[in-house]
């Protein structure tokens, strides 16, 4: 399909573009297959706006036909009729613009409407995103499973790396290879499998080199409400015990939920069939919850009536909040068992793709001092997210903004985003990724020139050949030119767990994200380089 | 590792969970040493005691009671310290009595004034209690008492003498004063024209003394509009007072408008603004009772606007709203709408909104007159947070504290009726966290700014902390007049001799200097914070920042930066094309001094 089916019109002259921190501007707009362009020409060539239509979460058009005809030349067209579209973007930023002729106004308010939803993954940007500073040639992901069991010297002697998965038939949201516990055969873990919602059996995600423990995570088990059991699954996680007298099995579901999941099919691992583990419940909400808080949160940043607005009512009425405070305290829950207690633990939800990762992913950067580098934590989210079958293209379909009815999309990763940026507050020296690289991941996730974030899984991305026709974002923002922008300039490693406070005074809204595109942060920009300069040019850090 | 504590996540099933937060709880943490006691400090009585820990529970040890202060130290393994300046205290109160059941319910309570509270507990026999009471009433209230604060007792000995920090005379050629404009009088050296104002004023050229003090009749408490500051740029004056004295009867001063004219004309200000701190209702509301606003007939060429801020009795009750959810127990369940409701951010909202509308008319060329009704609250307030936002000076470390001495305490801001030192009547009236208030406003303009400043969140916790610690002079009495007549500075050391002989903890390592910026911090409730490093630091389940290991770097960073600026100089002195940028001198002497850090130690 061609891109210009949709371009009914692809030049306008005289329009007037009105974006945060810039005095409207006139010039000429552009509607190519994948960018919105304006050009004011003046002087230098660039353009003052290249927008990706896939960060365009909604548009809002309306148009004035105003009577009045005059003929110019021997055209005849109504001159006051103008046009006004608004467009809401992925990373929140809102944008206007008057578009002169009514049917110009349309044209482009259609095509944006049909090339921001493109359904087909290859048609999107990155497989046409050729710049001539990257090479197709160039490695593709920072690591494999493969290569981070080789690090891992320590585990090999009671875990193994299983090929099982290797044609994505045992689990088609898992990558290729796995981590599993040495006395756990292939033949166990496909039967494991099956009992498990979507393949999804228990494997390795955080080895703790202090003490040898675990954290493992997998999806619900398909107990059913005439509670099944499965032997190689009760074995499995037998294994993993390998000994010791206790484990915990975190289920981030309440527990009347979990009950209720018995009825679908799913359920939880009782306790006589599992004995040596013990279960928790904490409640995380997930999906259309997650989805609707940040509907509202950003509706209540984006108000900008300056009475007494009742500001802190309406943020704490999102729950956006809350829900960090339940994932950084989950967490935080997981690491104390780890760490303190010196058990493992199984982190599982219902499907395990979501807040399971969450959990998983946030424990370690809690634990692993590893994991808070630069390079360690884009390791982490390409392993515990994209390898991991984090559901990016359904997730991520459409931000706070779309009019469109809501299918399967939920800010999980945004909500990682956030956790991570509170343990950065609270902790302004332990990570060595700064707020710039959240604020650019947040809005790469949802919009990108980049593969990374394509499809829900390994196998989606090697039928579409994502490696092979994409570039990865995370090789290149490792890349020195960009690397400095997104390290923390006042980092200083810590080999000690980062314990965050979950108090609701110590969590706080990332106005960094939330309010960007209001006056107050373009200053704390100026600040950051300010106090990088300050730190970067005197030490001979970057 | 041993002693990391860890926080309990929500109810764990895991054992000993929260036993070892204890040693957090005091800031002041002197592990075994004895105390080390303060020169001219005393020490009074000791004596076994239960402390009543809200976070860990009924804790056994020893309290030592000084001229100066109340130190406790529990007994065991993990011991918990508190060191309160006896300044800091409001009130005393026996808990229970001789029969009280149930264990440790004899005892007394002690309300702080820094957002806290301790409880005591005692043996019930033989009025155990009843000399340490009578002595902490006696030297926590010392003027009650007919004693003497601490501040005249001290013999602390400093490097640097605070008390020079500010002179009136060099504050004002500071600012290019006087000019053909301006004159400094003399009019008030005996305090004759207005008892609560300082000695030296600054006034129109043209106004004579008799001018002044016709005027002062028509001001309350003689308060008459004197300058505050002026802009070097464009003339344009902040100008104080208090409220004129209109009255029901709508009185009119011919003396008081030519006044206020002449202030206009200075720099040719088309229309003076008159900011009114008040809400409107509360102005009209002052007239029954002889005050009043600068009516539209009378006042020709000026504008009045109404700020909307309200009174002392309002931000008292709004503090202890906020007490409320944040001791000792801090409100989770709905902490955002319960914080709202005590409306504390809404006022530093309205606070910081109205000194932006001041500086904005300021720096845009026009004069402006602040006052409130007696024009030592709102109106300090307002001045002082303006010329913050104007002038870069004042946010340096020393110029800071110029601005406090002269909008502050020179033009008499009430600390001993606002604060109460020594006083017993802690339900006085006229108590008011009005300077806490404005603390507050400059510590949300240094989240906002976090380069602007020269000082630290440090230096505002500890002005705050000597606030009430009456250790130090700097803060004591209402006004200049009383001050000389107790012999204040030569009696007793500033608070700024102690600040100034070690600056080094209270500077910012990130200050880079911009002398011509003004600053409009962004006054929306959603960039206000509620200073939580503050008001709920003596929790010891809120994170402290990490204090320690930050400050380390960044005096690391400190002094990395001074070296790069003298080496920069060097550079710009032995280098005659002035075009070699700083980026293509290499710095090999900068080899990563870094290394030396301590380890960040373990949250908590």
Same mark, same amino acid.
């Given at each position: 399909?061609?891109?210009?089916?949709?371009?009914?019109?692809?030049?306008?002259?005289?329009?007037?573009?009105?974006?945060?921190?810039?005095?409207?501007?006139?010039?000429?707009?552009?509607?190519?297959?994948?960018?919105?362009?304006?050009?004011?020409?003046?002087?230098?060539?660039?353009?003052?706006?290249?927008?990706?239509?896939?960060?365009? !979460?909604?548009?809002?058009?309306?148009?004035?036909?105003?009577?009045?005809?005059?003929?110019?030349?021997?055209?005849?067209?109504?001159?006051?009729?103008?046009?006004?579209?608004?467009?809401?973007?992925? !990373?929140?930023?809102?944008?206007?613009?008057?578009?002169?002729?009514?049917?110009?106004?349309?044209?482009?308010?259609?095509?944006?409407?049909?090339?921001?939803?493109?359904?087909?993954?290859?048609?999107?940007?990155?497989?046409?995103?050729?710049?001539?500073?990257?090479?197709?040639?160039?490695?593709?992901?920072?690591?494999?499973?493969?290569?981070?069991?080789?690090?891992?010297?320590?585990?090999?002697?009671?875990?193994?790396?299983?090929?099982?998965?290797?044609?994505?038939?045992?689990?088609?949201?898992?990558?290729?290879?796995?981590?599993?516990?040495?006395?756990?055969?292939?033949?166990?873990?496909?039967?494991?499998?099956?009992?498990?919602?979507?393949?999804?059996?228990?494997?390795?995600?955080?080895?703790?080199?202090?003490?040898?423990?675990?954290?493992?995570?997998?999806?619900?088990?398909?107990?059913?409400?005439?509670?099944?059991?499965?032997?190689?699954?009760?074995?499995?996680?037998?294994?993993?015990?390998?000994?010791?007298?206790?484990?915990?099995?975190?289920?981030?579901?309440?527990?009347?939920?979990?009950?209720?999941?018995?009825?679908?099919?799913?359920?939880?691992?009782?306790?006589?069939?599992?004995?040596?583990?013990?279960?928790?419940?904490?409640?995380?909400?997930?999906?259309?919850?997650?989805?609707?808080?940040?509907?509202?949160?950003?509706?209540?940043?984006?108000d900008q009536s300056h009475s007494m607005d009742r500001w802190l009512s309406k943020l704490e009425n999102s729950k956006w909040l809350s829900h960090v405070h339940s994932a950084l305290?989950?967490?935080?829950?997981?690491?104390?068992?780890?760490?303190? !207690?010196?058990?493992?633990?199984?982190?599982?939800?219902?499907?395990?793709?979501?807040?399971?990762?969450?959990?998983?992913?946030?424990?370690?950067?809690?634990?692993?001092?590893?994991?808070?580098?630069?390079?360690?934590?884009?390791?982490?989210?390409?392993?515990?997210?994209?390898?991991?079958?984090?559901?990016?293209?359904?997730?991520?379909?459409?931000?706070?903004?779309?009019?469109?009815?809501?299918?399967?999309?939920?800010?999980?990763?945004?909500?990682?985003?956030?956790?991570?940026?509170?343990?950065?507050?609270?902790?302004?020296?332990?990570?060595?990724?700064?707020?710039?690289?959240?604020?650019?991941?947040?809005?790469?996730?949802?919009?990108? !020139?980049?593969?990374?974030?394509?499809?829900?899984?390994?196998?989606?991305?090697?039928?579409?050949?994502?490696?092979?026709?994409?570039?990865?974002?995370?090789?290149?923002?490792?890349?020195?030119?960009?690397?400095?922008?997104?390290?923390?300039?006042?980092?200083?490693?810590?080999?000690?767990?980062?314990?965050?406070?979950?108090?609701?005074?110590?969590?706080?809204?990332?106005?960094?994200?939330?309010?960007?595109?209001?006056?107050?942060?373009?200053?704390?920009?100026?600040?950051?380089?300010?106090?990088?300069?300050?730190?970067?040019?005197?030490?001979?850090?970057? | 590792?041993?002693?990391?504590?860890?926080?309990?996540?929500?109810?764990?099933?895991?054992?000993?969970?929260?036993?070892?937060?204890? $040693?957090?709880?005091?800031?002041?943490?002197?592990?075994?040493?004895?105390?080390?006691?303060?020169?001219?400090?005393?020490?009074?009585?000791?004596?076994?005691?239960?402390?009543?820990?809200?976070?860990?529970?009924?804790?056994?040890?020893?309290?030592?009671?000084?001229?100066? +202060?109340?130190? =406790?130290? $529990?007994?065991?393994?993990?011991?918990?310290?508190?060191?309160?300046?006896?300044?800091?205290?409001?009130?005393?109160?026996?808990?229970?009595?001789?029969?009280?059941?149930?264990?440790?319910?004899?005892?007394?309570?002690?309300?702080?004034?820094?957002?806290?509270?301790?409880?005591?507990?005692? &043996?019930?026999?033989?009025?155990?209690?009843?000399?340490?009471?009578?002595?902490?009433?006696?030297?926590?209230?010392?003027?009650?008492?007919?004693?003497?604060?601490?501040?005249?007792?001290?013999?602390?000995? #400093?490097?640097?003498?605070?008390?020079?920090?500010?002179?009136?005379?060099?504050?004002?050629? +500071?600012?290019?004063?006087?000019?053909?404009?301006?004159?400094?009088?003399?009019?008030?050296?005996?305090?004759?024209?207005?008892?609560?104002?300082?000695?030296?004023?600054?006034?129109?050229?043209?106004?004579?003394?008799?001018?002044?003090?016709?005027?002062?009749? #028509?001001?309350?408490?003689?308060?008459?509009?004197?300058?505050?500051?002026?802009?070097?740029?464009?003339?344009?004056?902040?100008?104080?007072?208090?409220?004129?004295?209109?009255?029901? *009867?709508?009185?009119?001063?011919?003396?008081?408008?030519?006044?206020?004219?002449?202030?206009?004309?200075?720099?040719?200000?088309?229309?003076?603004?008159?900011?009114?701190?008040?809400?409107?209702?509360?102005?009209?509301?002052?007239?029954?009772?002889?005050?009043?606003?600068?009516?539209?007939?009378?006042?020709?060429?000026?504008?009045?606007?109404?700020?909307?801020?309200?009174?002392?009795?309002?931000?008292?009750?709004?503090?202890?709203?906020?007490?409320?959810?944040?001791?000792?127990?801090?409100?989770?369940?709905?902490?955002? *709408?319960?914080?709202?409701?005590?409306?504390?951010?809404?006022?530093? &909202?309205?606070?910081?909104?109205?000194?932006?509308?001041?500086?904005?008319?300021? $720096?845009?060329?026009? $004069?402006?007159?602040?006052?409130?009704?007696?024009?030592?609250? +709102?109106?300090?307030?307002?001045?002082?947070?303006?010329?913050?936002?104007?002038?870069?000076?004042?946010?340096?470390?020393?110029?800071?504290?110029?601005?406090?001495?002269?909008?502050?305490?020179?033009?008499?801001?009430?600390?001993?009726?606002?604060?109460?030192?020594?006083?017993?009547?802690?339900?006085?009236?006229?108590?008011?966290?009005?300077?806490?208030? =404005?603390?507050?406003?400059?510590?949300?303009?240094?989240?906002? #700014?976090?380069?602007? #400043?020269?000082?630290?969140?440090?230096?505002?916790?500890?002005?705050?902390?000597?606030?009430?610690?009456?250790? =130090?002079?700097? =803060?004591?009495?209402?006004?200049?007049?009383?001050?000389?007549?107790?012999?204040?500075?030569?009696?007793?050391v500033s608070l700024w001799s102690l600040v100034n002989s070690d600056t080094s903890s209270f500077i910012n390592p990130f200050y880079t200097e911009e002398s011509s910026r003004v600053?409009?911090?962004?006054?929306?409730?959603?960039?206000?914070?509620?200073?939580?490093?503050?008001?709920?630091?003596?929790?010891?389940?809120?994170?402290?920042?990490?204090?320690?290991?930050?400050?380390?770097?960044?005096?690391?960073?400190?002094?990395? +930066?001074?070296?790069?600026?003298?080496?920069?100089?060097?550079?710009?002195?032995?280098?005659?094309?002035?075009?070699?940028?700083?980026?293509?001198?290499?710095?090999?002497?900068?080899?990563?001094?870094?290394?030396?850090?301590?380890?960040?130690?373990?949250?908590?």
């Amino acid at each position: 399909m061609e891109f210009s089916e949709h371009i009914k019109t692809a030049n306008v002259d005289d329009v007037v573009l009105k974006q945060p921190f810039h005095a409207p501007m006139k010039g000429t707009l552009c509607v190519t297959g994948h960018h919105l362009l304006f050009s004011d020409r003046s002087g230098d060539s660039s353009w003052q706006l290249l927008l990706l239509l896939r960060n365009i !979460d909604a548009i809002e058009k309306s148009v004035e036909n105003l009577l009045g005809y005059s003929s110019t030349g021997s055209n005849i067209r109504p001159v006051g009729s103008s046009g006004t579209i608004t467009i809401k973007c992925k !990373d929140l930023c809102i944008l206007q613009l008057d578009i002169p002729g009514m049917e110009e106004c349309l044209n482009v308010a259609r095509s944006i409407e049909a090339l921001s939803s493109l359904d087909n993954v290859t048609e999107m940007y990155p497989y046409f995103y050729r710049p001539s500073w990257l090479s197709l040639d160039d490695q593709w992901g920072l690591s494999t499973l493969e290569k981070h069991y080789d690090q891992l010297g320590a585990l090999q002697v009671k875990w193994r790396l299983s090929n099982a998965n290797s044609d994505f038939s045992v689990c088609p949201s898992y990558p290729p290879a796995v981590i599993v516990p040495q006395s756990v055969d292939d033949q166990m873990l496909v039967k494991a499998a099956r009992f498990r919602q979507g393949g999804r059996f228990p494997v390795l995600s955080y080895y703790h080199q202090k003490n040898g423990m675990v954290i493992l995570r997998s999806s619900q088990p398909l107990t059913g409400a005439n509670r099944k059991r499965c032997k190689e699954d009760e074995l499995f996680l037998q294994a993993v015990m390998d000994g010791s007298e206790r484990a915990y099995i975190i289920d981030t579901r309440s527990a009347q939920q979990a009950q209720q999941a018995r009825m679908t099919g799913g359920g939880f691992e009782s306790k006589s069939c599992y004995n040596s583990w013990k279960r928790l419940h904490r409640h995380m909400e997930r999906g259309k919850v997650l989805q609707e808080s940040l509907i509202k949160l950003v509706e209540a940043c984006g108000d900008q009536s300056h009475s007494m607005d009742r500001w802190l009512s309406k943020l704490e009425n999102s729950k956006w909040l809350s829900h960090v405070h339940s994932a950084l305290s989950t967490a935080g829950l997981v690491a104390e068992c780890v760490e303190r !207690d010196g058990h493992s633990v199984l982190v599982h939800g219902s499907e395990g793709t979501d807040t399971t990762l969450l959990v998983c992913t946030l424990a370690q950067l809690i634990l692993d001092p590893e994991s808070r580098t630069l390079k360690g934590f884009l390791s982490l989210l390409e392993r515990e997210w994209v390898q991991a079958g984090h559901p990016f293209q359904l997730r991520c379909a459409h931000s706070a903004y779309s009019h469109t009815r809501l299918r399967q999309e939920a800010p999980v990763f945004l909500l990682l985003l956030d956790c991570v940026w509170q343990l950065g507050r609270q902790f302004p020296l332990a990570l060595e990724l700064g707020e710039p690289l959240l604020l650019r991941l947040a809005r790469e996730a949802y919009a990108s !020139d980049f593969g990374t974030f394509l499809c829900n899984n390994e196998q989606e991305r090697c039928v579409l050949e994502v490696k092979d026709r994409t570039h990865c974002l995370f090789q290149f923002l490792l890349r020195s030119s960009e690397r400095e922008h997104y390290v923390n300039p006042l980092y200083e490693p810590t080999d000690l767990a980062i314990w965050p406070s979950v108090q609701p005074q110590s969590l706080h809204l990332w106005t960094g994200l939330f309010l960007r595109w209001s006056d107050h942060t373009q200053t704390m920009e100026e600040v950051r380089e300010e106090i990088w300069s300050i730190v970067t040019q005197h030490c001979g850090r970057g | 590792m041993a002693s990391a504590s860890i926080p309990a996540y929500n109810s764990i099933p895991l054992e000993n969970s929260s036993s070892q937060n204890a $040693s957090n709880e005091s800031l002041k943490m002197e592990p075994l040493a004895d105390v080390a006691l303060l020169p001219g400090e005393e020490r009074v009585i000791d004596k076994d005691i239960i402390y009543i820990c809200p976070f860990n529970g009924a804790l056994k040890g020893k309290v030592f009671i000084t001229n100066f +202060r109340l130190y =406790f130290k $529990s007994d065991g393994d993990h011991v918990v310290v508190l060191d309160v300046p006896l300044g800091a205290i409001s009130r005393v109160e026996k808990m229970g009595g001789a029969s009280s059941r149930g264990e440790n319910s004899y005892g007394l309570d002690i309300t702080c004034k820094d957002m806290r509270n301790l409880r005591f507990a005692l &043996k019930q026999e033989g009025h155990s209690r009843r000399d340490i009471f009578e002595i902490l009433f006696r030297y926590a209230f010392p003027l009650s008492h007919g004693l003497p604060l601490f501040a005249y007792l001290s013999q602390e000995k #400093f490097d640097e003498n605070g008390w020079h920090v500010y002179k009136p005379m060099e504050e004002y050629r +500071r600012q290019g004063l006087p000019t053909d404009k301006w004159r400094i009088s003399f009019i008030n050296e005996d305090y004759k024209l207005c008892d609560t104002y300082p000695t030296i004023l600054v006034v129109p050229f043209k106004a004579t003394e008799d001018d002044l003090q016709k005027v002062a009749t #028509f001001r309350s408490r003689c308060r008459i509009p004197v300058l505050s500051w002026i802009n070097k740029e464009n003339q344009a004056v902040i100008v104080r007072c208090s409220q004129p004295l209109v009255g029901m *009867s709508g009185k009119r001063n011919k003396d008081d408008e030519r006044y206020l004219e002449m202030i206009r004309e200075a720099n040719g200000t088309t229309k003076l603004t008159i900011f009114d701190a008040r809400p409107n209702v509360n102005a009209v509301a002052n007239k029954a009772t002889g005050g009043g606003y600068e009516g539209d007939d009378a006042y020709q060429n000026a504008e009045l606007v109404f700020l909307d801020i309200h009174n002392i009795h309002v931000m008292r009750e709004s503090l202890k709203k906020l007490k409320d959810i944040v001791y000792p127990n801090v409100e989770e369940a709905h902490w955002l *709408s319960s914080l709202e409701s005590t409306h504390w951010l809404e006022h530093i &909202k309205l606070v910081l909104s109205g000194a932006i509308q001041v500086a904005d008319k300021v $720096s845009s060329g026009n $004069s402006v007159v602040v006052h409130c009704s007696d024009g030592w609250d +709102r109106t300090a307030q307002l001045t002082s947070l303006a010329m913050l936002m104007l002038d870069s000076h004042y946010r340096t470390l020393r110029g800071f504290q110029v601005l406090l001495e002269k909008e502050w305490i020179g033009f008499g801001h009430k600390f001993a009726s606002r604060i109460g030192h020594g006083d017993k009547n802690h339900a006085d009236q006229d108590r008011s966290p009005i300077f806490l208030q =404005f603390i507050d406003c400059v510590w949300q303009m240094t989240k906002q #700014f976090p380069t602007a #400043f020269e000082f630290n969140e440090r230096l505002l916790m500890v002005i705050l902390d000597h606030l009430y610690s009456c250790r =130090f002079g700097t =803060f004591l009495y209402n006004c200049e007049n009383v001050r000389d007549n107790n012999l204040l500075r030569t009696k007793t050391v500033s608070l700024w001799s102690l600040v100034n002989s070690d600056t080094s903890s209270f500077i910012n390592p990130f200050y880079t200097e911009e002398s011509s910026r003004v600053l409009y911090p962004v006054a929306s409730m959603r960039h206000l914070e509620l200073w939580v490093t503050y008001y709920i630091r003596w929790n010891p389940r809120i994170r402290q920042q990490q204090q320690s290991p930050v400050e380390q770097r960044y005096r690391e960073l400190l002094a990395l +930066r001074d070296q790069y600026l003298k080496k920069l100089q060097e550079l710009q002195l032995s280098d005659s094309s002035p075009s070699t940028h700083l980026s293509n001198s290499s710095t090999p002497s900068a080899a990563s001094p870094t290394q030396h850090i301590t380890r960040l130690q373990t949250p908590f």
